[in-house]
Every structure is written in C-alpha cells, then in structure tokens.
C-alpha cells in the first residue's frame, strides 16, 4: 500500500504539468477562457500535490524538482503565451520594431522559472512568500484576457509590455507576502487573511471574472501594506 501512495503527490504534480500543456495549447488559439481554466484545474492539482505529499509523509528531492517544473509550465509558460496571444491580437499586421513586441512576453516565462529555482533554495518561503507567487501572476493575465479582453485591446500594446516588465520583476522581488496558509481560525491571527478573503469575495461577485484580475491586485497592495508593519 505504502509503495502506491507513495506516487500520489507526483502523479498530481504531472496533472498539474498536462493542464499547463493543454493551457499553453489553448492560449496560442487565442481561446483565453479554456487557457485559463486549464490554469485553475492545474492550481488545484498543484495546491493538492504539496498537501498529500505532507499528509503521507512522502516528500522527495524529485518531487520538489517536478513540481518546480509543472509550476513553470502551467503558471510560467502558459500566461506568456496568453499576452503573447493578445499582443498578437493588438499589433496584427504592425511593422517595424512593434511586430516584435509579443515576444518579449516570454520575458515572464523566464522570470517565473529564476522564482521557482529561488523558491526551491530560499527557507524563508516556507510560512509566506517573498514575491508574487507565480499561480496569482498565471491567474491575472488570463483573468484579463477572459474577463476584460475588450479593456485590454483598448490599450496601447506598450502598456502591456510594462505591465511584463513590472510583474516579471515583481515575481523576484524581495517583498513579503501572505500565504493563505490557516494553522487556526482564530480572527486575531488571521486577520489578514480574512480581510483578503471578505474583500476578494466582494470583487467576484461584483465583477465575475474580471474580478479575479482586481482579487490578485488587493493581494498585493494588502502584502505592501502589512508588510511595512
């Protein structure tokens, strides 16, 4: 029994990575709302993964690393390929230097990797973050694609190349922020976390979709805050 259960976390870790595949599929097809959904089941097989390999007590140097990858993948890989698809979209039949202009999304492609190889060596992640952690950066930009696609073509494709400028360099920076890790329920200890959950709630109902993109921007500006404390 115990040799079986052994191998859960890891085939979990490698749903994740054939949801990022599909994802990346998905999104050179420009179809943004099956890209993201495949983003979200490999979230789940990613939040599950870490959790039975904790529960089994089954954890290994190779799981770390597979992990690392399928991570890569499915919140690396898979959102460039969303912005590289909508700054097709927007510069379609440009000439010159903007032609070029969708491929530096993968510009976050390569920032996510040096995240996960920093996150494998730094001890200080193992309660919160320090960055933004590659699932919510996954999660906003094929959010935006699916929920305010119209917003994102109105723009200028230079905003969007700071936009991967600003959350590549986020994704490395050194700033602390939360985990939504509960050791208890109690409100003083968790104050944070419950704030973020109350508000975020608010946002998704009043925005749907597009405001799981605003959910993961008062993830961040509540870690600045509380993070100054």
């Known amino acids: 029994m115990k040799s079986l259960t052994k191998h859960i976390p890891n085939t979990l870790t490698m749903l994740n990575l054939c949801s990022g595949g599909i994802a990346c599929v998905f999104a050179l097809e420009r179809d943004y ?10 979230a789940v097989f990613d939040f599950f993964d870490g959790m039975s390999a904790r529960l089994l ?3 290994s140097p190779i799981g770390k690393e ?3 990858l399928a991570d890569d993948i499915s919140f690396g890989l898979a959102p460039s390929l969303i912005v590289f698809s909508l700054l097709g979209e927007m510069t379609g039949g440009a000439e010159g230097v903007m032609r070029y202009l969708p491929y530096t999304a993968f510009i976050m492609a390569a920032f996510s990797g040096l995240r996960l190889a920093k996150f494998n060596l730094d001890e200080r992640q193992s309660e919160s ?14 959010s935006l694609a699916v929920g305010s696609h119209d917003f994102v073509m109105s723009l200028h494709p230079f905003i969007i190349f700071v936009g991967i400028v600003f959350f590549s360099w986020l994704l ?8 939504l890790k509960f050791k208890s329920l109690a409100w003083r200890k968790n104050r944070v976390r419950y704030l973020f ?11 749907r979709l597009a405001g799981l993109s605003a959910v ?7 870690s600045l805050l509380t993070s100054r404390r």
Do not use: H, Q
């Open 33 to 42: 709302r099956m890209a993201m959904l495949f983003i979200v089941i490999g």
């Open 57 to 59: 007590k089954v954890s």
């Open 66 to 68: 597979l992990d690392s």
């Open 129 to 142: 973050f320090i960055g933004l952690p590659t699932p919510a950066n996954a999660l906003l930009w094929s």
């Open 172 to 179: 490395v920076a050194e700033i602390p922020m939360f985990s």
């Open 197 to 207: 959950l109350i508000v975020s709630l608010c946002l998704l109902a009043a925005f």
């Open 216 to 222: 993961i921007v008062w993830y961040i500006l509540l």
